[in-house]
T-cell receptor
Framework: EDQVTQSPEALRLQEGESSSLNCSYT??????LFWYRQDPGKGPEFLFT???AGEEKEKERLKATLTKKESFLHITAPKPEDSATYLC????????????FGKGTHLIIQP | DSGVTQTPKHLITATGQRVTLRCSPR?????VYWYQQSLDQGLQFLIQ???????AKGNILERFSAQQFPDLHSELNLSSLELGDSALYFC?????????????FGQGTRLTVV
């Protein structure tokens, strides 16, 4: 069964302390790996799409990478405004055309 | 602002009732997706419409239905509501019909069934 697992469930960092969030996936035919950011009570905000192993994308303090089994979201020198839940999702195109989401990593950046 | 508009923002209703949630996609987007987010299940795909036609179904209950109108707005109808249907319901839109392109989410409708 296709599935996605995110770790850790929660992460507390000091401002400026870099770290990485993990997204492990098992899917028969990956056609897209997505990262979203979600603030409390709000809709997910699109960050990145990765399509093939070895691909990397960057946006401000965030960089997403993809291997054949995992994706990482690297956060460099985070600020308190980076606090949010980060969601990973994949699209396999195997019938249902929606995204399959992980449970997310709840990130808190302390000043 | 993603450009996707959902109404209402909050809805409180009783068990057994029926409600309708509305979504206006981003200008130019032909696909609309509906998702349910609960604390224990996370974000679950319900259904997709593309240019007025049902494109794909996910974990949608038979008590739930949706449609997309000629102006591309969509409605999600939830009937015979149960306590367990309390959740955030999100609409997302994308430019084409494949799930492999980025989708942009609305702010959601928080449904509380009492």
């Amino acid at each position: 069964e296709d599935q996605v697992t995110q770790s850790p469930e929660a992460l507390r960092l000091q401002e400026g302390e870099s770290s990485s969030l993990n997204c492990s996936y098992t899917v028969s035919g990956l056609r897209g790996l997505f990262w979203y950011r979600q603030d409390p009570g709000k809709g997910p905000e699109f960050l990145f799409t990765l399509y093939s192993a070895g691909e990397e994308k960057e946006k401000e303090r965030l960089k997403a990478t993809l291997t054949k089994k995992e994706s990482f979201l690297h956060i460099t020198a985070p600020k308190p405004e980076d606090s949010a839940t980060y969601l990973c999702a994949f699209y396999s195109g195997g019938g249902a055309d929606g995204l399959t989401f992980g449970k997310g990593t709840h990130l808190i950046i302390q000043p | 602002d993603s450009g996707v508009t959902q109404t209402p923002k909050h809805l409180i209703t009783a068990t057994g009732q029926r409600v309708t949630l509305r979504c206006s996609p981003r200008s130019g987007d032909l696909s609309v997706y509906w998702y349910q987010q609960s604390l224990d299940q996370g974000l679950q795909f319900l259904i997709q419409y593309y240019n007025g036609e049902e494109r794909a179904k996910g974990n949608i209950l038979e008590r739930f239905s949706a449609q997309q109108f000629p102006d591309l707005h969509s409605e999600l109808n939830l009937s015979s509501l149960e306590l367990g249907d309390s959740a955030l319901y999100f609409c997302a839109s994308s430019a084409d019909g494949t799930g492999g392109t980025e989708a942009f989410f609305g702010q959601g409708t928080r449904l509380t069934v009492v």
